[in-house]
């Protein structure tokens, strides 16, 4: 490692020194120098190796943490920025628990205490008239006999059952009627009135009368309405009629109803409020997180920050790690007002936390019902122990995450490599990607095996230049389908990139330029053909972190975030790409400098005009100088004075250093790029110095003189 360390200082010194990220010396170092103070501080090496030649690279470590830190950090000023949305999340969930608290304070339990067993009173003057039917002497006999013992006002006879009904609706709430089914009397029906007797539902929902008195109790009105008496005296009546014998003389009737201990009665309808509330209440934050991410994707922040080496699991608990925190505090302050207050007065607060936390409401609904609340007894006992549902919600949790991610990777969307739908099930995944030489045949290779370079769009390199074929470009097509629609984007581009070279991509509008930086950058693939940086496809970048932190990338699109301020940008970037926290302030302050970006340095993105977003975004390309940028159209929007700035940086950068550049721009593909490719309906035209394509293709200013006579 030590001897490559040297090595890669060799090739250029000052980038070599950034790269390592320790040395932050800036005067002019010998390369003995170098190579001394280096080689002790460059633990990681990467083997980057190209036709004929082997350049290692020192690399950044950029770190899941790391990220995540500062990924986090960028979230919270989101949050504080945008604090009318923030506010929306924090106050909505509360609303709805103070609405909730109101509507349980005016439907408050009810608490009864224990009654003991008693015996209810003697007490038989409900039944006024009786009538029977059918008219017979037994019947007749048997109700005299009963009206004694009943003390009856009045007993009446009727022929059938449906004259007694009659004869009863003039005195409905007081008026019993007895009906005998068979001849022998021995078998009959009561009939009393609907109001006397207990209803079927009484018994559970009425049950809270027994507790205050035992006249209001429904269940004892068997009692008073004088059933249990009439009942008896018909029974004796029919047991004297058949033995011979008195035995109502001998009854004692009495009626004892049993003890019951203390209940609560709860009311149902803030409980089923309780369900639908914690759905709501955590709706905001749901909503507004899938907003967050859905425009960071939206907007393929999330897809460039991944090509500059973001790890998923950094993006993913950026934003998990941020909700969890707003989750807990809004859990936290929902149970200390639910427990405090008439909504679970009975409850633990950590175990509501816990179920509000993890979603488990049902079983506080069930277990505030037995009058008990969630308490931590509860957690293993009863019929529903608690910690089933903690666990189920826990295995939620987890089966959501891990859905994210497998859905983020196979369903990545338009701009980035989609992974197969059984990537976690191949060993190259879990194993640590190292680089590898993959032999590409190319345009030099053939020259230098003496065949006849063939190709005269190509202007061949000078010999200083040879063995540094930086990127290889080797018959590249990409054809984008759409419904009906087939579009050849690129029609098999062959040509190399050098180290040390500014490379221009000229062409019209729709020539395939961003197409090709989107291939080499590895957000899209080709649809056929290969692409090689440093001898590794451009398809093993999207999997391998080290490579990543070799590519700066500016996209077309500008990657801003609006309510960040542009040091925040270039901070937060730093991070991502790996630049150690202690080097981040002088590296950020370089890029503000050599942009020219100082004085906006804390305006934020959203105020910032067209040209000065495009400047931010070739900041954060070169953030880290990287050992390859690849920047799509830098300059447009620009006013000519940034457009020098950009140049000039680019040029005083080129030394060591592979740029690709595409632009509109011939008088800038003219003063910046050594090398110049001229691509057309996604051919390539032409590749070569300025001269070159003025002689090949014509490209530039012709003067015509016409004479006139
Ligand atoms: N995602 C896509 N889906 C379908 N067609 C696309 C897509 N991206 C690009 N194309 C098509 O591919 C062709 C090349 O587009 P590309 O963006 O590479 O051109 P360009 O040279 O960068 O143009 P400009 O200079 O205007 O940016 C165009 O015809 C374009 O319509």
Known sequence: GAVRCARCVNTDTGWSRQWSGVSQQHEPLSHTEASIRETTSCPHVIQMRHAGSMQPVCRRDAGVWHQTRSLLWKNLLIKWRTKQQSLQELILPLLLLGLLILISTLNPHVYYGGISTMELERDDHFVKGVGYTPITNITTHLMEEVAQGMHIDRLEMFASEEDLENASLYEPSSYVGVVFLDSSATSYRLRFPYNQLPQPSDYTESFANCFSSSVNCRAANYWYSGFIRLQSLIDAAIIQMQTKRSV??????????????????????????????????????????????????????????????????????????????????????????????????????????????????????????????????????????????????????????????????????????????????????????????VEVSSVYDAEMKGAPGGDESIEPISPEFRGKEAIRINNIQKVYKEKDNVVEALRGLTFDIYEGQITALLGHSGAGKSTLMNILCGICPPTNGSATIYGSPVSEIADASEMKQLVGICPQFNIIFDVLTVEEHLRIFAAIKGIPPADIDAEVTKVLKDLDLEKIMTAQAKNLSGGQKRKLSVGIAILGDPKILLLDEPTAGMDPCSRHQVWTLLKSRRAGRVTVLSTHYMDEADILADRKAVISQGQLKCVGSSLYLKVKCGVGYHLRQVECF
Not at 253 to 272: D, I, R
Not at 293 to 315: C, I, N, P, S
Request: proline fraction near 5%; charge should be neutral; hydrophobic fraction near 50%.
């Open 248 to 437: 109502w003389s001998e009854m004692d009737l009495n009626v004892v109803m049993m003890g019951q201990p203390g209940s609560v009665e709860v009311q149902k309808f803030p409980h089923a409020l309780i369900s639908i509330y914690l759905v709501l209440a955590f709706t905001p934050f749901v909503t507004f997180l899938i907003v967050n991410v859905a425009a960071e994707k939206e907007q393929r922040l999330k897809d460039t920050m991944t090509m500059m080496g973001l790890y998923d699991t950094a993006f993913w608990l950026s934003w998990g790690l941020l909700y969890a925190a707003l989750v807990t505090t809004m859990s936290i302050l929902m149970s200390v007002i639910a427990t405090y207050t008439a909504l679970f007065p009975n409850s633990d607060f950590f175990v509501i936390f816990f179920l509000i936390f993890l979603y488990g409401i049902s079983s506080v609904v069930y277990l505030e019902a037995q009058g008990d609340g969630a308490v931590f007894s509860s957690l293993a006992n009863g019929p529903h122990p608690l910690y089933v549902p903690l666990l189920m919600l826990v295995v939620d949790c987890i089966l959501y995450l891990l859905l994210a991610i497998y859905l983020d990777q196979v369903m990545p969307g338009e701009f980035r490599m989609r992974r197969s739908l059984v990537y976690f099930l191949k060993p190259s995944y879990w194993s640590k990607r190292r680089k590898r030489y």
